[in-house]
């Protein structure tokens, strides 16, 4: 993977922070709605570093930079930091959280920055805790005889302009890779029919507020995007991979407010009409207008109400909140979200019926193009060559033209092609993985054309791929060998099989939460001292985003119980670690919607 030179955007970066008076400057790789893909114009921590993972916290000082990733991208990030960057593998034994390594690197008093609308309030609270715990147990080392008072150091809240983007703005005419920002996408908005919604919006805001009422809440903020699009039965495609589009939403029992860019209302035909209705006040506003309608909104409302916040609520939404009238809470759209009505769940079975159909072609193409290779040169395994696609007759209704030279590149672009022919196809629901050998075991990697490795006829490949249809959305992942695998990737190979059975086979009650049934399947790999770095399974939207909460099978969320009508993939991509080693064994399996 190739290497992002950054030195220059750093020293620009730390212009700025001397500017400003900070010592250090913390920028997440979320955009302001926390959204899982982001837009191009909001992948500031891609420019800055050259890292292109999804998730990541990045942080400046005024002398070092440094760049935390999770296991899914610690391979990733290692191979696109270059020298100016140290990255931090969360996770690891002994690596530092970002607070303990901002109390150990940063001078006493030192201001810390960062964006208010990118940080969720409870996050900064979490970094404003461990900042103490770490400054109280630094202070206790430090010899008593120095008899130096330590001045704490604050995080500080910046408004304005995003710093980074001050600088991505300075760079645009440098000709540097991704020095030009792009402009944020604006696209047009589309109803969903109610065949496939279940629900009219009104009937969804009605459920909405009778949730509210219970928890005695006069006001609720929405920020997430998919939450906006589904209770308002509206779609849209402003992020790459995901049917969404950039907006908020303000909801009381009296009017519920919709915020967009004006362009996105101009080029909406049907929009104004779909929210029009004698039941309730509708009224759309210009997008960047939110935040100041929240605070009016706040303080017409009698001191006792309570401003219904969910966890993930930014500080910048958060703070326009008097504190004795916040209730935080998980969003009550996201919990009426996930439990899918029979409608979308139909719409769900469609969707995965037409989607495996593709993949059944695309894999029988594969496997009968190692085939025709190895029948026309026996020896084509030995020389490594790559293999020809032209050799079988193509796959897909109608054919279409293969690629000559087997890669990972072609071969992914290859599954898209044939893809987007499958009736009622939006998208892809995220970029096609497909890993060659040892690339498998990078999860979530990105192949790059000219830099991919060849497929061959002895290639143990994986291939994670999905795609956005108008009645529901998936996510697939397959592991399979071009030749005859080794002993030890048939041992992993079953005993991720395993954990997907055992999962499978499990019992179990409503409301059991999904990290105790990530360790029914864990425990399996567990037994033979292997593990994986992500979680076993996780939520999926209904035409919505491929990654789904509040439901995940995973070690790290405790608080999603399951329920009836939640659709979560089983052991949805399992990759081993073999712990005593330290590596990854190169697959994946996938589980399959029941």
């Known amino acids: 993977m190739k290497r992002l030179a950054s030195l220059n955007r750093l020293t620009k970066l730390r212009a700025l922070l001397r500017c400003k008076k900070l010592h250090a400057y913390i920028l997440p790789s979320e955009d302001e709605h926390f959204s899982e893909y982001v837009d191009p114009s909001d992948q500031r921590c891609a420019f800055i570093s050259g890292f292109t993972g999804s998730v990541c916290t990045t942080i400046i000082t005024l002398d070092k930079a440094a760049l935390w990733a999770d296991g899914r991208y610690h391979l990733q990030a290692s191979q696109q930091l270059d020298d100016n960057w140290t990255l931090m593998k969360k996770g690891l034994e002994g690596v530092p959280t970002e607070v303990k390594w901002l109390a150990e690197v940063t001078p006493s008093g030192s201001l810390i ?56 703005n300075e760079m645009r005419d440098t000709g540097e890779e991704r020095s030009i920002r792009p402009p944020r996408t604006c696209n047009p908005v589309h109803t969903v029919p109610l065949s496939f919604a279940g629900e009219t919006w009104q009937q969804k805001v009605r459920r909405v507020l009778g949730v509210m009422c219970q928890h005695g809440a006069s006001l609720l903020a929405l920020s997430a995007l998919d939450e906006v699009a589904w209770l308002l039965n509206l779609r849209g495609s402003d992020i790459q991979c995901s049917p969404v589009f950039f907006s908020y939403v303000l909801l009381s029992s009296s009017e519920l407010k919709l915020f967009l860019d004006l362009k996105t209302v101009a080029s909406s035909a049907d929009l104004v009409q779909h929210l029009s209705d004698s039941e309730f006040t509708v009224s759309i506003h210009p997008y960047h207008e939110f935040l100041s309608h929240l605070e009016r909104s706040v303080s017409v409302l009698p001191t006792s109400s309570r401003v219904w916040l969910d966890y993930r609520a930014s500080e910048a939404i958060v703070t326009r909140v008097p504190e004795t009238m916040r209730l935080f809470r998980n969003s009550p759209v996201s919990d009426l979200k996930s439990v899918k009505l029979p409608s979308e769940l139909s719409g769900i079975r469609a969707a995965h019926i037409e989607d495996s159909l593709v993949l059944c072609d695309f894999l029988a193409w594969l496997e009968h193009v190692a085939e025709a290779n190895r029948s ?68 979530h990697y990105r192949a790059v054309p000219g830099q991919d490795a060849s497929i061959t006829d002895s290639t143990f490949y994986l291939v994670d791929s999905g795609g956005q249809y108008h009645t529901g959305t998936t996510d697939v992942t397959r592991t399979l060998h071009l030749g005859e695998p080794t002993a030890k990737q048939k041992a992993c190979y079953t005993l991720v099989l395993k954990s997907h059975i055992a999962l499978a086979d499990q019992i179990f009650p409503p409301n059991t939460p999904g990290s105790k049934l990530d360790v029914v399947a864990r425990r399996v790999a567990w037994r033979f001292q292997c593990d994986y770095a992500h979680g076993t399974g996780h939520g999926v939207g209904a035409f919505l985003g491929v990654h789904e909460g509040p439901i995940s099978m995973s070690g790290s969320r405790l608080e999603a119980m399951t329920r009836m009508g939640m659709t979560e993939p089983g052991v949805q991509k399992n990759m081993l670690r073999d712990s005593n080693q330290n590596h990854f064994i190169q697959f994946m399996f996938s589980g399959s919607l029941n």
């Open 376 to 443: 026309s040169n026996p020896k084509c395994g030995d020389s490594g060559s790559p293999l020809d696609g032209r050799l079988c007759d193509p796959a897909g209704n109608p054919p279409l033209e293969p690629p000559e030279t087997l890669t990972e590149s072609s071969v992914a672009d290859y599954l898209d092609r044939l893809r987007s022919q499958a009736p009622g196809f939006v998208s892809l629901s995220f970029k096609t993985i497909f890993g060659a050998d040892a690339n498998g075991a990078i999860i």
């Open 113 to 168: 920055g960062y964006d208010p609308r990118q940080i969720p309030f409870t996050t900064v609270n979490t970094y404003k805790n461990e900042l103490c715990v770490a400054e109280a147990a630094m202070n206790q080392c430090s010899s008593a005889s120095e008899n130096v008072e330590l001045i704490a150091r604050r995080l500080v809240p910046m408004d304005g302009p995003n710093l980074v983007d001050l600088v991505w």
